[in-house]
């Protein structure tokens, strides 16, 4: 069965092609994010501009890439939900048109719990992919780490799951985002927070881990002010002086203090839930998936505290891309799920696992 998936729901604007949910044709990604950084984040309305150009373009490579007619397409996925909402309508319209036109079963896909489904991908012809030698086996334990979303998911399989923790506030990767801020690093701030703090003492600072009534949920919210009134306190500065002025006063070494005590505490808090989920449910494999995976640190502890290889995706397909989609919508289709309604499926900006 080969899937064409399309993704649209922040910043690139993606499409792939996979064959039986592990053999990937093709990987078509644009991304805006140049347009944003000169804001410091991305701008909702240059993002939906910006797929509406890209999206017919990324489509027709996805399928000139995969050597792959219409003809060869038996279903299409895309991302309904979670996301910003004019950019998920720009994919989601594209996918019910070509599938209406070309005659294609449509499948509307979870964005958050499509990423560890990237590490089902094991095959393919394009270059300079590092792909995992087999797929995961369920019960599959995922840590889903990205701008928008922490959450620890346990998988039977791509129908029978269970969220066994989430952030109650900020998402692992916006807490980057938000660090990188303060100590004047560019946005995405994630790979910039992980460079700096290379240079740095991860025991410089004192940061707190914060505690959760959940279990197996995270907090991310109180380590952000942590940070920012640390590096207040090191610029001898109170909560008055403006927060974006900070940075200027801080020497190199101290940004890199600050990002590597940050980095060391965020990727505590992540492998302490993730090895006691671990202990609780002994799950097959371990996947870890989204932006953050791409993170050196966490890569590094994951692998030291779990007995089981942790599996992560290739760094090009730890980030959004249109593979995971397609990856997920097969698992979902060979465990039984139903097509949507082309005339009338819905984007949902704050769709839920
Ligand atoms: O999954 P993703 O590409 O987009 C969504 O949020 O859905 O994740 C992007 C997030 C950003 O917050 C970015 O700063 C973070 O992943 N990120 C990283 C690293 N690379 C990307 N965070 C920490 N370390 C990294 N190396
Ligand atoms: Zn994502």
């Known amino acids: 069965m080969t899937i064409l998936g399309i993704e649209s729901s922040c910043d690139e604007t993606a499409a792939a092609v996979i064959v039986d949910g592990h053999t990937m044709l093709s990987n078509a990604i644009a991304s805006s994010v140049d347009l944003h950084t000169v804001y410091g984040g991305v701008v909702p309305e240059i993002a939906a501009r910006s797929h ?6 990324v489509v027709e490579e996805a399928l000139n890439d995969a050597k792959t007619s219409w003809d060869d397409i038996d279903a299409i996925a895309v991302t309904r939900g979670p996301g910003l909402g004019g950019s998920l309508l720009v994919g989601v319209m594209t996918a019910r048109t070509l599938a209406i036109t070309k005659n294609k079963p449509l499948y509307g896909i979870n964005h958050v719990m499509a990423h560890p489904f990237a590490s089902f991908i094991t095959m393919t012809k394009l270059e300079n992919y590092a792909l995992p030698e087999q797929q995961p086996e369920y019960p599959m334990l995922s840590l889903i780490v990205s701008g928008g ?125 993730t090895k006691k989920a671990y202990d609780a449910y002994q799950p097959k494999s371990i996947v870890v998936a989204g932006g953050v995976a791409a993170n050196r640190l966490l890569r590094e502890q994951l692998k030291d505290a779990l007995p089981l290889p942790v599996v992560f995706p290739d760094i090009k397909l730890c980030t959004d891309n249109a593979a995971m989609i397609a990856a997920l919508a097969y698992q979902m289709i060979t465990a039984g799920a139903k097509p949507d309604d082309p005339y009338t499926l819905s984007t949902d900006t704050s769709l839920s696992m």
């Open 149 to 273: 979303h922490t959450q620890l998911v346990l998988f039977r399989s791509a129908k029978d799951y269970e969220l066994l923790g989430q952030t109650t506030d900020d998402a692992v990767g916006e807490a980057f985002d938000k660090v990188a801020k303060i100590i004047g690093l560019p946005y995405p701030g994630g790979p910039n927070v992980s460079k700096t703090a290379l240079a740095g003492d991860p025991s410089a600072i004192k940061l707190p881990i914060a505690k959760t009534t959940g279990e197996y949920d995270f907090s991310f919210s109180g380590l952000k002010t942590a940070v920012l009134r640390a590096t207040q306190h090191l610029c001898g500065k109170d909560f008055t002086f403006p927060s974006y002025q900070l940075s200027a006063l801080l020497s190199e070494s101290q940004k890199a203090n600050i990002a590597a005590s940050f980095e060391r505490t965020a990727i505590d808090a992540l492998t302490r839930k």
């Open 52 to 57: 509406i150009e890209l999206i017919i373009p």
